[in-house]
């Protein structure tokens, strides 16, 4: 009390904008284990969509409510951030599989190589969680946290409930709260598009940037207040507002591309489209909207199709009876129905209209065809557009047939929903050569004339074990379509690139098709001109003074009128031309006695030959003979990432049986406890008794594998060789590429630390066996010789193969193979102003003389090199790194 007042000089209100989550789809993420279903694997977690990560390990691990902690390890591509909070949603399973305790570490060292790797801090430990009282409920918690991490492991200890089964969350947030933007590194991942509108409907703006950066929508170059999240939904659109434009900024730094809410005008085209509301998981069942616009061919009033793997149309059954309608909202007589072997949700969200009506699918297993059947269909030439997304992690092949009056097949590899959220887009497929697939979400077939009224599409799934088949997500029927013209036709694919070191690497597609546009995208985002990167949007994508950071999975979109197509994906990385570099193994097998085979990498582990070895000629040098009771036993070996590749020379003899060559595993290649990295060996398919080469990665949820088309050839030298680069897992024999298959994931850390050359391995706890030793059930053991084996943790170019192939032919090692950098082709620019030369380059080193005969010495800086104009004479050139 001073019977006076009170007074202030001054009041400061202090804070930032909303905390922000640093993840990003595609950001660094390594699981505790890969004991996940295949689609159900730990990159869900940070999507952004509500599709879920599940890990047995917390459930039934080893045993029935056999518990260990589940989790993930995050690396945010955003550099090092200062969490402070969270958020986790629910999946859509059992209550009892949600968090109930979480322990989050931060981590500042240079890399993680694996969940249980590393030096780690708490940051916090989240106890007695909340229930979560609905399925993708989001709950979010704050703590006080002031140290930047550069990586963060997130570690459920405790679920809801014992259940029996895991662990299982939606999405994780980590929000750090970003007080400035370094609008260097801030950029649009995914920018806003015209939306198009019913009359007083409101357009929905969605946009994705490459970090926790704050953002302000616009409407006509005014702030919308309280815009500040990744979408922004407009009023009702009228004529009145439907000129407003807008767009949106990261703070202080870049403008999207305006956009606007265009009001739609139905064609007089008709068309009934159907979206299956899926089920079972990510997100579904999911609803379209009756004012919802979307599709290839435009249409509102989509009907939302029920049955949990069959149904019909119109379906009084239902509550509220479902009748068909067209595009116009019209009554029709047309009928369908459809069966198929269940349904399941893709993963694409649904949050816009493209979204909910992909989101929802049904899928035919392999060996079970799906089919729908539109009935009453009145005479014309029709057109069918058949909508598919796959599940995540699945990469899947297959047919796409509508049977009229006449039969068309189109031959495809789905695009899952990993794939598709980095860059959503139709992409169409054309081919019909089941050798060369196109990678579609969609196939039109067009001048479709019903037979007796009926027009049948039916699918097929040919790539076996994965969790589900190839989907349709949705349909159209169009009536008395204008047919749409021809798409472009990629007739050669990119191929992996390497490059030095400060040089430079190039990717080329070759396409045909009229009035063709182009846009690369790395690691699934599209990809601007700037920096060192160079043609995004030609043929040809160019990176000068290349570095890790360009290090990545690469493809194209090619567009035209008639569609838009993507090719296959491939790796771009910094070379050291190096043959031995990450080269973890090399077993010559150059032994004349004993029961050792020395390695000759560095720090490499010997393998033990058990049983009766014998030595003698190889393909190079000596080799190890085995007996179909000898093989080789190597304790330990570094462990691949995302890469690896091995390459060896074996001169066999036909058992058949399938037969193991050099393998990671134990038993079965598998997923889960008992997880391995790879196997390369020989398998006898049952159905025409004939043996192939066959190769296999263990990456995330999923088993990869390519087998060769021909028959491996016995009684005589062969080279074998597979490389997984990060993109494509591919095979060779005798330096030609024989397959290849994609994956996206990394390499799974493996649960049992050896190699087996010659024998497929296990243990049998029944019996009391510890020690792994050839499969009771399944020894696959290898007769003939092995020579010259080498192991890399990086994946090798098809030109490396060719090259040992080649060495070894002249009976030379693997290491006398020299590789040598391309010829690099710079531009140099120089340029006068206000007293002083500005030098530009884009490839090489930049050096200076006083004269054109020398001396050169190199130059301090990099490109752009501005120096004061001078009196003598100075000439510039460039060098290769």
Request: proline share 7%; with cysteine.
């Given at each position: 009390?001073?019977?006076?007042?009170?007074?202030?000089?001054?009041?400061?209100?202090?804070?930032?904008?909303?905390?922000?989550?640093?993840?990003?789809?595609?950001?660094?993420?390594?699981?505790?284990?890969?004991?996940?279903?295949?689609?159900?694997?730990?990159?869900?977690?940070?999507?952004?969509?509500?599709?879920?990560?599940?890990?047995?390990?917390?459930?039934?691990?080893?045993?029935?409510?056999?518990?260990?902690?589940?989790?993930?390890v995050v690396t945010p591509s955003v550099g090092a951030t200062t969490v402070i909070g969270l958020t986790m949603q629910s999946a859509n399973d059992a209550p009892e599989r949600d968090p109930r305790i979480v322990l989050l570490e931060g981590s500042n060292d240079d890399v993680i190589e694996s969940f249980n790797s590393g030096t780690w801090e708490e940051i916090v430990?989240?106890?007695?969680?909340?229930?979560?009282?609905?399925?993708?409920?989001?709950?979010?918690?704050?703590?006080?946290?002031?140290?930047?991490?550069?990586?963060?492991?997130?570690?459920?200890?405790?679920?809801?409930?014992?259940?029996?089964?895991?662990?299982?969350?939606?999405?994780?947030?980590?929000?750090?709260?970003?007080?400035?933007?370094?609008?260097?590194?801030?950029?649009?991942?995914?920018?806003?598009?015209?939306?198009?509108?019913?009359?007083?409907?409101?357009?929905?703006?969605?946009?994705?940037?490459?970090?926790?950066?704050?953002?302000?929508?616009?409407?006509?170059?005014?702030?919308?207040?309280?815009?500040?999240?990744?979408?922004?939904?407009?009023?009702?659109?009228?004529?009145?507002?439907?000129?407003?434009?807008?767009?949106?900024?990261?703070?202080?730094?870049?403008?999207?591309?305006?956009?606007?809410?265009?009001?739609?005008?139905?064609?007089?085209?008709?068309?009934?489209?159907?979206?299956?509301?899926?089920?079972?998981?990510?997100?579904?069942?999911?609803?379209?909207?009756?004012?919802?616009?979307?599709?290839?061919?435009?249409?509102?009033?989509?009907?939302?199709?029920?049955?949990?793997?069959?149904?019909?149309?119109?379906?009084?059954?239902?509550?509220?009876?479902?009748?068909?309608?067209?595009?116009?909202?019209?009554?029709?007589?047309?009928?369908?129905?459809?069966?198929?072997?269940?349904?399941?949700?893709?993963?694409?969200?649904?949050?816009?209209?493209?979204?909910?009506?992909?989101?929802?699918?049904?899928?035919?297993?392999?060996?079970?065809?799906?089919?729908?059947?539109?009935?009453?269909?009145?005479?014309?030439?029709?057109?069918?557009?058949?909508?598919?997304?796959?599940?995540?992690?699945?990469?899947?092949?297959?047919?796409?047939?509508?049977?009229?009056?006449?039969?068309?097949?189109?031959?495809?590899?789905?695009?899952?929903?990993?794939?598709?959220?980095?860059?959503?887009?139709?992409?169409?497929?054309?081919?019909?050569?089941?050798?060369?697939?196109?990678?579609?979400?969609?196939?039109?077939?067009?001048?479709?004339?019903?037979?007796?009224?009926?027009?049948?599409?039916?699918?097929?799934?040919?790539?076996?074990?994965?969790?589900?088949?190839?989907?349709?997500?949705?349909?159209?029927?169009?009536?008395?379509?204008?047919?749409?013209?021809?798409?472009?036709?990629?007739?050669?694919?990119?191929?992996?690139?390497?490059?030095?070191?400060?040089?430079?690497?190039?990717?080329?597609?070759?396409?045909?098709?009229?009035?063709?546009?182009?846009?690369?995208?790395?690691?699934?985002?599209?990809?601007?001109?700037?920096?060192?990167?160079?043609?995004?949007?030609?043929?040809?994508?160019?990176?000068?003074?290349?570095?890790?950071?360009?290090?990545?999975?690469?493809?194209?979109?090619?567009?035209?009128?008639?569609?838009?197509?993507?090719?296959?994906?491939?790796?771009?990385?910094?070379?050291?031309?190096?043959?031995?570099?990450?080269?973890?193994?090399?077993?010559?097998?150059?032994?004349?006695?004993?029961?050792?085979?020395?390695?000759?990498?560095?720090?490499?582990?010997?393998?033990?030959?058990?049983?009766?070895?014998?030595?003698?000629?190889?393909?190079?040098?000596?080799?190890?003979?085995?007996?179909?009771?000898?093989?080789?036993?190597?304790?330990?070996?570094?462990?691949?990432?995302?890469?690896?590749?091995?390459?060896?020379?074996?001169?066999?003899?036909?058992?058949?049986?399938?037969?193991?060559?050099?393998?990671?595993?134990?038993?079965?290649?598998?997923?889960?406890?008992?997880?391995?990295?790879?196997?390369?060996?020989?398998?006898?398919?049952?159905?025409?008794?004939?043996?192939?080469?066959?190769?296999?990665?263990?990456?995330?949820?999923?088993?990869?594998?390519?087998?060769?088309?021909?028959?491996?050839?016995?009684?005589?030298?062969?080279?074998?060789?597979?490389?997984?680069?990060?993109?494509?897992?591919?095979?060779?024999?005798?330096?030609?590429?024989?397959?290849?298959?994609?994956?996206?994931?990394?390499?799974?850390?493996?649960?049992?630390?050896?190699?087996?050359?010659?024998?497929?391995?296990?243990?049998?706890?029944?019996?009391?066996?510890?020690?792994?030793?050839?499969?009771?059930?399944?020894?696959?053991?290898?007769?003939?010789?092995?020579?010259?084996?080498?192991?890399?943790?990086?994946?090798?170019?098809?030109?490396?193969?060719?090259?040992?192939?080649?060495?070894?032919?002249?009976?030379?090692?693997?290491?006398?193979?020299?590789?040598?950098?391309?010829?690099?082709?710079?531009?140099?620019?120089?340029?006068?102003?206000?007293?002083?030369?500005?030098?530009?380059?884009?490839?090489?080193?930049l050096q200076t003389a006083p004269s054109a005969a020398g001396p050169w010495t190199d130059a301090v800086g990099t490109s752009p090199l501005t120096e004061p104009a001078g009196d003598a004479a100075k000439f510039y050139r460039t060098v290769s790194p």
């Open positions: 009390p001073n019977t006076c007042c009170m007074q202030i000089a001054e009041v400061e209100l202090l804070g930032t904008g909303a905390p922000q989550d640093v993840t990003q789809p595609g950001d660094t993420i390594l699981a505790s284990s890969a004991n996940s279903p295949g689609s159900e694997g730990v990159a869900n977690a940070i999507d952004n969509q509500p599709t879920k990560y599940l890990n047995f390990d917390s459930g039934r691990d080893g045993a029935v409510n056999g518990f260990s902690p589940s989790g993930f430990t989240l106890e007695d969680i909340p229930d979560f009282t609905a399925r993708f409920q989001v709950q979010e918690f704050y703590f006080p946290n002031k140290t930047s991490y550069k990586h963060y492991r997130w570690t459920v200890l405790a679920t809801a409930a014992p259940n029996t089964c895991c662990m299982q969350i939606a999405e994780v947030e980590l929000l750090a709260a970003t007080t400035a933007v370094d609008c260097d590194r801030a950029r649009f991942l995914v920018q806003p598009v015209d939306t198009l509108v019913l009359p007083d409907a409101s357009a929905t703006f969605f946009t994705t940037v490459n970090g926790p950066w704050p953002l302000q929508w616009h409407v006509n170059g005014e702030p919308i207040p309280g815009a500040t999240s990744a979408s922004y939904t407009t009023p009702p659109v009228t004529a009145a507002n439907a000129d407003n434009v807008y767009t949106v900024q990261i703070r202080g730094c870049e403008v999207s591309l305006p956009v606007q809410a265009v009001l739609f005008t139905p064609s007089a085209t008709r068309s009934i489209g159907i979206s299956f509301r899926g089920g079972g998981a990510n997100g579904s069942p999911t609803l379209m909207n009756e004012t919802d616009v979307a599709g290839l061919h435009p249409q509102a009033y989509w009907i939302n199709a029920t049955g949990t793997g069959g149904g019909f149309l119109p379906d009084d059954f239902s509550e509220p009876p479902i009748p068909v309608v067209d595009s116009s909202n019209a009554p029709s007589n047309i009928t369908v129905e459809w069966a198929s072997s269940g349904t399941w949700g893709s993963g694409t969200g649904d949050a816009s209209s493209t979204q909910r009506m992909l989101n929802g699918l049904n899928h035919a297993n392999p060996g079970t065809e799906g089919s729908i059947t539109f009935a009453n269909v009145p005479a014309g030439n029709h057109a069918v557009i058949a909508y598919f997304v796959g599940i995540p992690l699945q990469f899947q092949d297959a047919d796409y047939t509508v049977t009229g009056q006449a039969s068309e097949t189109y031959n495809v590899r789905v695009i899952n929903a990993d794939e598709y959220n980095a860059a959503p887009g139709f992409y169409r497929g054309i081919s019909k050569d089941p050798n060369n697939r196109s990678l579609a979400t969609y196939v039109r077939f067009d001048n479709v004339q019903p037979a007796n009224g009926v027009v049948t599409l039916t699918w097929n799934t040919l790539t076996t074990g994965f969790d589900r088949g190839a989907p349709v997500n949705a349909v159209q029927l169009i009536l008395n379509a204008t047919p749409a013209g021809a798409p472009p036709v990629i007739t050669a694919q990119p191929q992996p690139s390497i490059g030095p070191a400060g040089g430079t690497a190039s990717v080329s597609v070759t396409a045909t098709g009229e009035n063709l546009t182009y846009q690369w995208r790395k690691n699934g985002r599209n990809l601007p001109d700037g920096g060192n990167v160079s043609g995004a949007t030609s043929a040809t994508l160019s990176l000068s003074s290349l570095s890790e950071d360009d290090n990545g999975i690469y493809n194209v979109a090619i567009f035209n009128p008639g569609g838009s197509v993507v090719s296959r994906s491939v790796s771009v990385r910094v070379s050291a031309y190096d043959i031995a570099a990450d080269l973890v193994g090399y077993w010559k097998f150059d032994e004349s006695a004993g029961a050792t085979a020395a390695n000759a990498a560095t720090g490499g582990q010997a393998g033990e030959v058990i049983g009766s070895p014998s030595w003698g000629a190889g393909r190079v040098a000596n080799s190890l003979s085995l007996d179909g009771g000898t093989y080789v036993f190597v304790p330990s070996y570094p462990r691949a990432g995302r890469e690896i590749s091995v390459s060896g020379w074996v001169n066999l003899s036909e058992t058949g049986t399938d037969v193991a060559i050099v393998r990671n595993a134990q038993g079965a290649l598998g997923v889960g406890l008992g997880a391995g990295q790879f196997e390369l060996g020989l398998v006898v398919n049952q159905n025409d008794g004939i043996t192939r080469l066959t190769g296999a990665i263990g990456a995330g949820p999923n088993i990869v594998r390519v087998t060769a088309a021909d028959a491996f050839t016995f009684g005589s030298w062969q080279h074998i060789a597979m490389s997984a680069d990060g993109a494509q897992l591919r095979l060779f024999v005798n330096g030609t590429q024989v397959g290849s298959a994609d994956y996206i994931t990394a390499i799974n850390a493996p649960a049992i630390p050896y190699l087996s050359m010659g024998a497929r391995l296990n243990i049998d706890p029944l019996a009391g066996i510890e020690d792994p030793e050839p499969d009771f059930s399944f020894p696959n053991l290898m007769v003939g010789r092995l020579d010259d084996l080498g192991l890399w943790t990086r994946g090798l170019t098809a030109d490396e193969v060719q090259k040992v192939f080649a060495a070894g032919q002249q009976g030379q090692p693997l290491t006398s193979v020299v590789l040598e950098p391309p010829a690099q082709s710079s531009t140099l620019t120089i340029g006068a102003a206000a007293g002083n030369i500005t030098v530009t380059w884009d490839a090489g080193r």
